[in-house]
C-alpha cells in the first residue's frame, strides 16, 4: 500500500507559480514510478508528466517547458514546479504511484494509488 497527500494548490494569474507537493508513504517498491495527473471538469484525466526510480521524467507536450517533476528520495516527496502558468491549466492534479511490476511509466493511466488531489485555478 502507498498512502499519497498532496498540497500546494492554490489560485494564482496568468504567468505565475506554484509548487505542488506529493508526500508518499508505505511500499516504496510500488513507487518506481510517480506521476502526476491533473482533470477539469467534462474532460478526462490528462497526464501531466512522470519521473522513475531512476530520475528519469517525461512531461506531456502541453506543460513541456513550464512545468517540472522532482522528487526528494530522502523526505519520501515528488514535487511539481510549475511555470508560467495558464488558465488552461486550471484544474484538480493528483498524484499517483505504479504498482511494482510496472516496466514504464509514462502513457498509462493505471496506477495504483492516488492523492486526494489538490485544486489549481489561474486566472486570466
Known amino acids: 500500500q502507498v498512502h499519497l497527500v498532496e498540497s500546494g494548490g492554490g489560485s494564482v494569474q496568468s504567468g505565475g507559480s506554484l509548487r505542488l507537493s506529493c508526500a508518499a508513504s508505505?511500499?516504496?517498491?510500488?513507487?518506481?514510478?510517480m506521476g502526476w495527473f491533473r482533470q477539469t471538469p467534462g474532460k478526462s484525466r490528462e497526464g501531466i508528466g512522470t519521473?522513475?526510480?531512476?530520475?528519469?521524467?517525461v512531461l506531456a507536450a502541453s506543460v513541456e517547458g513550464r512545468f517540472t517533476i522532482s522528487q526528494d528520495m530522502d523526505k519520501n516527496t515528488l514535487y511539481l514546479q510549475m511555470n508560467s502558468l495558464k488558465p488552461e491549466d486550471t484544474g484538480t492534479y493528483y498524484c499517483?504511484?505504479?504498482?511494482?511490476?510496472?516496466?514504464?511509466?509514462?502513457?498509462?493511466?493505471?496506477?495504483?494509488?492516488w492523492g486526494q488531489g489538490t485544486q489549481v485555478t489561474v486566472s486570466s
Open positions: 508505505g511500499d516504496t517498491s510500488a513507487r518506481y514510478c
Open positions: 519521473i522513475d526510480g531512476d530520475g528519469t521524467t
Open positions: 499517483a504511484a505504479g504498482e511494482s511490476w510496472f516496466s514504464y511509466c509514462h502513457g498509462r493511466t493505471d496506477y495504483a494509488y
